[in-house]
């Protein structure tokens, strides 16, 4: 099993920025796990890509990110960091982390980010 923490949440104005953390951490092949990234939810949305990074420090972010958010990853923790600037309100959502070790993909309880105008 694979247990996903995130962390550095909270309240911002917008213009401002954040920190995202998650730690991966567990039992069995821990250092099996690729993929890692975010993803959130906003109130009565379904949720969305947010940015991913595999082991070897590819990326990929949503559209609506890109040029604002960056994602970064520390292997050796297995911990992956999403700084996040220019902070707009449509931003607010509850951000989910995952660690993808094979075919599973596993979650964190997700950090609330709100954005206020």
């Known amino acids: 099993q694979v247990q996903v923490v995130e962390s550095g949440g909270g309240l911002v104005q917008a213009g401002g920025s954040l920190r995202l953390s998650c730690a991966a951490s567990g039992s069995g092949s821990i250092f099996s796990i690729n993929t890692m990234g975010w993803h959130r939810q906003a109130p009565g949305k379904q949720r969305e890509l947010v940015a991913t990074i595999t082991s070897g420090g590819s990326t990929n972010y949503a559209d609506s990110v890109k040029g604002r958010f960056t994602i970064s990853r520390d292997n050796a923790k297995n911990t992956v960091y999403l700084q996040m600037n220019s902070l707009k309100p449509e931003d607010t959502a509850v951000y989910y982390c995952?660690?993808?070790?094979?075919?599973?993909?596993?979650w964190g309880q997700g950090t609330q980010v709100t954005v206020s105008s």
């Open positions: 995952h660690a993808d070790r094979m075919v599973t993909r596993f």
